[in-house]
């Protein structure tokens, strides 16, 4: 039988197998998966900052701020989802409970498709509204206005390739997305220079040119996963019976997803309060485009990390659900260490390169150039310390008990990361400076909570009742 590049590791090995290595088998496809994701994000950077120079701030800024609206909207959906499929998903192939999984993935399927519209429609109507009162430069809002209402159309195709998404690895399988998600990138590579700087055929689209590919890309991947859906085995297959909706089950899925919505939530309502606050230092545009830049570098910065956190979910919330509680302990203490010492390197290559990776976005913009690169040289700071904040973030997502994590991602950003900025930015006058300070004491002191949250144990109880009935909710 022919070696897989990615072998997909089996409950056993997920369950018994070394920590780290197995960790890093379910993570290292998803690395690559959010390395394209991260490409995917900074191709619209790429080309829209070779649009005339009078236009390309006005629209990179454009959709710097626009991506905070979009995530408020979607992260309701993907927070609630994912937390809910990661835990019950996950719980239940440990327990070894296979059809159980199933009907949980085949209800939270269906809320995902409801949900999605109707958020859009909520979305393309409340957003120009929205925009107008937070942001003060027309032009910068007129583009965020473009590429919303496009964004938000099309919403339902960006909301369920995530769902697959965490359904897929919280059974160790992130191959399957990674060559989905892959054929979708590939299309948004392609069309996004077409569109946005109208070459060959195309007219010159600008902001709305990456707005269309973008939908266009989601759209392909949608309908791949739905195919696979309809047509799988297993876990991952259409049920029918299980497709109208089980309020007695959809009230724990609520229980167990419904903090992680409402933190996701809260937070990506933040990072628009917090773009309206850059959006009012007199330099504005500038310094949106500089933080645009550099917030697409942390992205590719955050693969690893981020990759590590998708095993450790899937392994944590399986060793629960079959009771393994010192496996538990062990997949929490090794991903910690792993976790610092990796961000800690990070940060000093992040720190060292800071110039030449933002003028690879935007050459010869001096200010951009500068800006961002200011931006990168504060937050590398604080990063090791965010380390503990993804490990709790990721162990307490498994185990399905997703307060403590909702309530210090509310801290970190509303009670600590705002107020900071605005204080330091205009009371204290350190304009943008103040706002890179603020976002970089956030995190450290968020990072020394999150130590708080995991020696607590609170995190190793699973959600599962002894015998779960899935027909008689």
Excluded at 199 to 223: D, E, H, R
Excluded at 404 to 432: D, E, H, K, N, Q
Aim: overall charge positive; hydrophobic content about 55%.
């Amino acid at each position: 039988m022919r070696k897989r590049i990615f072998p997909i590791p089996s409950r056993s090995e997920i369950l018994q197998g070394p920590a780290l290595r197995t960790m890093a088998k379910i993570g290292g496809p998803a690395i690559i998966s959010s390395l394209m994701f991260t490409l995917y994000n900074m191709a619209d950077a790429f080309w829209i900052g070779r649009l005339p120079t009078d236009h390309a701030g006005a629209v990179m800024a454009g959709i710097q701020i626009s991506w905070p609206f979009v995530w408020f909207i979607i992260s309701f959906v993907s927070g609630f989802g994912g937390a809910a499929i990661s835990a019950l998903v996950a719980q239940n192939i440990g327990a070894n409970r296979q059809d159980e999984a199933r009907f949980a993935l085949n209800q939270l399927v269906m809320f995902a498709v409801f949900a999605g519209i109707l958020l859009g429609v909520i979305g393309f109507l409340l957003a120009p509204r929205i925009l107008t009162l937070l942001i003060q430069e027309p032009q910068v809002s007129h583009e965020a206005g473009l590429y919303l209402g496009v964004i938000f159309l099309g919403l339902p195709t960006m909301v369920m390739p995530g769902l697959f998404y965490h359904a897929y690895s919280a059974t160790g399988d992130t191959v399957t997305p990674l060559l989905v998600n892959g054929v979708g990138i590939l299309i948004n590579l392609i069309l996004d220079p077409l569109l946005v700087l109208g070459w060959g055929p195309f007219q010159q689209m600008g902001i709305l040119g990456a707005a269309y590919a973008t939908v266009c890309s989601q759209a392909v991947a949608m309908s791949i996963f739905i195919l696979l859906f309809v047509r799988g085995t297993g876990v991952l297959r259409l049920d029918r019976s299980a497709l109208r909706p089980h309020w007695g089950w959809m009230a724990k899925a609520m229980r167990i997803g419904l903090p992680a919505g409402i933190g996701q939530s809260t937070v990506a309502f933040g990072y628009v309060v917090m773009m309206s606050v850059i959006a009012r230092l007199p330099n504005a545009e500038t310094t949106l485009a500089g933080y645009g830049i550099a917030d697409r570098v942390f992205g590719m910065i955050f693969i690893v990390t981020d990759s590590m956190g998708i095993g450790l979910t899937t392994m944590m919330g399986q060793a629960l659900g079959a009771n393994l509680k010192n496996r538990a302990r062990e997949l929490m203490r090794k991903a910690l260490a792993a976790m610092f010492s990796i961000l800690a390197a990070e940060a000093a290559v992040i720190w060292l390169i800071r110039f030449p990776l933002i003028s690879v976005f935007m050459p010869g913009n001096i200010g951009v150039i500068a800006e961002g690169a200011r931006f990168l040289e504060v937050f590398a700071l604080g990063m090791p310390f965010l380390g503990a904040f993804f490990v709790a973030e990721s162990v307490y997502r498994g185990s399905g008990h997703n307060v403590p994590p909702m309530v210090l991602g509310i801290i970190r950003l509303w009670i600590l990361r705002i107020p900071l900025a605005y204080v330091l930015a205009f009371t204290l006058r350190l304009g943008s400076d103040g706002i890179w300070i603020g976002m970089s004491i956030s995190n450290v002191v968020a990072g020394m909570a999150s130590f708080g949250l995991l020696g607590s144990h609170k995190w190793l109880r699973s959600v599962l009742e002894p015998k779960t009935d899935a027909n008689s909710c």
